[in-house]
């Protein structure tokens, strides 16, 4: 498995997880676990996924992702698990 992990913030607003999975499904990668919540009309998730068997490099599933962040008003952030592990480590 060559997992990633993908940050999301934002005010909350209907299709955010459709669309950030479309993209997922589009480049054949597989949602392994996603958290969301919501606090008052905040929108947060962090979501794993295996992108072994995707159709697309890393940089560009980021470019996709961050592009689709700005143009439905979140940040999105797309990191190797490796490196989030090592800015999240205690």
Known sequence: MENVVITVIGLDKPGIVAGITKIIADSN???I???QT?????????MMIDIESSNKQ????KDELEKL????NVKITV????????????
Do not use: C, P, W
């Open 79 to 90: 990191q190797h698990e490796n490196i989030f592990k090592y800015m999240h480590r205690i």
């Open 58 to 61: 890393l940089s560009e599933l």
């Open 29 to 31: 990668s597989n949602v």
């Open 38 to 46: 919501i606090m008052e009309d905040l929108f947060t998730m962090i």
């Open 33 to 35: 676990d996603i958290k």
């Open 69 to 72: 962040g700005a143009e439905i």
